[in-house]
Structure formats: C-alpha cells, structure tokens
C-alpha cells in the first residue's frame, strides 16, 4: 500500500502594510481686509487692471486719502478700493481686460493664506473673495485625505 503524502501546507507571505503618515493638517486662512494687506497688494499692478479708467481713479483717491493720514487700523468701503479681491470680492469696476494674466500667485499673502488651493485660485477681481464656505469644504477634503491614508 502506497504511503500517502501529507499535504503540503502552502505559507502565504505577510502583507506589508508601509505606514504613511497623514498629510499635515495646514489651516486655511480667509485673507484679511487690513491696512497690512491693502499696502502689500500687487493688484494695482495687475494687467488685468492696468488699462482701467476706474481702477486707476480709485487708486488715485486711495494715494490722496493714504497721504493725508489715514487712522491706524481704518479701511475704506471694500468698493472704494482698487485691490485685495481675495478678502473683498468681485471688482466694482467693469472695464478690467480678463484677457490679460493674473498675478495673484505673486502677492505673499498667496502662500501664507494658500489662495492657490481655492476656489477661486487667482482671477478674485473676476470671480470673488474666497469664502468660508471653501474654507470649511477645503478642511474637509483634507480630513478625507487623512482618513484615507490612516486606513491603508
């Protein structure tokens, strides 16, 4: 009688599970409407505003204003300044070229505030401020984010 062969007990490799640490959370900020900001602003600079009629009024009404002193911490109606569309929303002028590039990506603040990864992402004086709303779906999709990794 044949000797029966025991079954050969197959072993199967353990998976390896490469741990990624999450993405860093990176709070979002809402840019602010401050005389910081409206100084720094490079939208006065934009071509998109460069040929304006009414953006250069505005600026021309904001240098008079700036140097007859303006109060520390004061800032004029959002629709009288010609700039900081990020924090303020769409422009009141109608006669911007959106023809022209957009140089937002340039300002500081688009780094530290992540304007890049908004919604809108450059064109504010076009398409308005970045809002809350963006923020609170931004948080989420990085919260998704890290959930996913967590579970790989």
């Not at 600079?45 to 008079?64: I, L, W």
């Given at each position: ?7 050969t007990?197959?072993?199967k490799?353990?998976?390896?599970v ?26 006065t ?20 204003m700036?140097?007859?002193g303006?109060?520390e911490?004061?800032?004029p ?22 023809n ?6 340039g ?15 450059g ?16 948080n ?13």
């Open positions: 009688m044949p000797i029966a062969k025991k079954p007990r197959v072993v490799p353990k998976k390896v490469k741990k990624v640490p999450p993405p860093a959370h990176v709070p979002v900020e809402k840019v602010p409407y401050t005389q910081e900001n409206a100084t720094m602003c490079i939208c600079r934009c071509p998109v505003q460069a040929e304006s009629v009414c953006a250069k009024e505005k600026v021309r009404v904001m240098e008079a700036m140097a007859k303006m109060p911490g004061m800032m109606p959002p629709a009288d300044l010609s700039g900081l569309y990020c924090a303020t929303g769409v422009a009141t002028c109608k006669d911007l070229d959106f022209k590039m957009c140089i937002c990506a300002w500081p603040v688009w780094d530290k505030c992540k304007l890049g990864d908004s919604t809108p992402a064109y504010f004086c076009r398409a308005g401020r970045r809002t809350n709303s963006d923020l609170r779906a931004q989420r999709e990085l919260r998704t984010e890290t959930k996913a990794v967590r579970s790989m």
